[in-house]
């Protein structure tokens, strides 16, 4: 489930017809229940139409990454349009998810895993309770030979702060993570 579409801006408005609260509420709901994970959605608009006994639902959403998707279904009843128009929605979505997915890079090697170190401690090193640290839960975490800009979309499509990935063009482990304010910070070790 995407965790970005929570507070989803909707705007839903009407050509040549007054939507009523029913109908504004059953697009809203539509458009809400859309949790593909990528791309993130930004704000979306609806836009009712009807012209005679066609009945035209329309949306758009506005996405990260500048991608805009348009979707339009026409029926004899505002509720099915609508019905199909996120139909379309969700397989645009569906689409561009696969595309990007296909674009990227063959991968060098085969999947890493970072080993565990135990590092000792000096004879002489006195212990107190409170300094040392309290760890909870130990993970392993798969590392795979990535580009940045795949780590940057995996980052997208998943609720982590971070991605382990090894740099394809450098060879080394780095870690992307996500920063308090917009955007990504990508951490590259430098070994003297």
Same mark, same amino acid.
């Given at each position: %489930?995407? =965790?970005? *579409?929570?507070?989803?801006? /909707?705007? =839903?408005? !009407?050509? +040549?017809? *007054?939507?009523?609260?029913? %109908?504004?509420? @059953?697009?809203?709901?539509?458009?809400? !229940? #859309? +949790? #593909?994970?990528?791309?993130?959605?930004?704000?979306?608009?609806?836009?009712?139409?009807?012209?005679?006994?066609?009945?035209?639902?329309?949306?758009? #959403? +506005?996405?990260?990454?500048? /991608?805009?998707?348009?979707?339009?279904?026409?029926?004899?009843? %505002? @509720?099915?349009?609508?019905?199909?128009?996120?139909?379309?929605?969700?397989?645009?979505?569906?689409?561009?998810?696969?595309?990007? %997915?296909?674009?990227?890079?063959?991968?060098? !090697?085969?999947?890493?895993?970072?080993?565990?170190?135990?590092?000792?401690?000096?004879? *002489?090193?006195?212990? +107190?309770?409170?300094?040392?640290?309290?760890?909870?839960?130990?993970?392993? @975490?798969? =590392?795979?030979?990535?580009?940045?800009?795949?780590? =940057?979309?995996?980052?997208?499509?998943?609720?982590?702060?971070?991605?382990?990935?090894?740099?394809?063009?450098?060879?080394?482990? *780095?870690? #992307?993570?996500?920063?308090?304010?917009? !955007?990504?910070?990508?951490?590259?070790?430098?070994?003297?």
């Amino acid at each position: %489930m995407q =965790v970005a *579409n929570v507070n989803l801006p /909707i705007k =839903v408005t !009407g050509r +040549h017809v *007054n939507v009523t609260e029913a %109908m504004k509420d @059953y697009a809203i709901k539509k458009v809400e !229940g #859309l +949790h #593909l994970d990528y791309p993130r959605i930004i704000d979306a608009q609806v836009i009712l139409d009807v012209q005679k006994i066609r009945h035209i639902a329309e949306v758009i #959403l +506005h996405c990260a990454n500048h /991608i805009t998707i348009e979707a339009t279904s026409e029926s004899t009843d %505002m @509720y099915a349009s609508v019905d199909q128009v996120m139909d379309k929605i969700a397989q645009q979505m569906r689409k561009y998810k696969t595309k990007i %997915m296909r674009q990227h890079r063959p991968r060098r !090697g085969e999947v890493q895993h970072i080993e565990e170190q135990v590092l000792s401690i000096d004879e *002489n090193f006195e212990s +107190h309770a409170e300094s040392e640290p309290n760890i909870m839960q130990t993970e392993r @975490y798969p =590392v795979k030979p990535m580009f940045v800009d795949e780590a =940057v979309l995996q980052l997208e499509m998943s609720a982590r702060q971070f991605v382990v990935f090894q740099n394809a063009k450098t060879d080394k482990i *780095n870690v #992307l993570y996500r920063r308090k304010e917009s !955007g990504f910070g990508l951490i590259e070790p430098v070994f003297p």
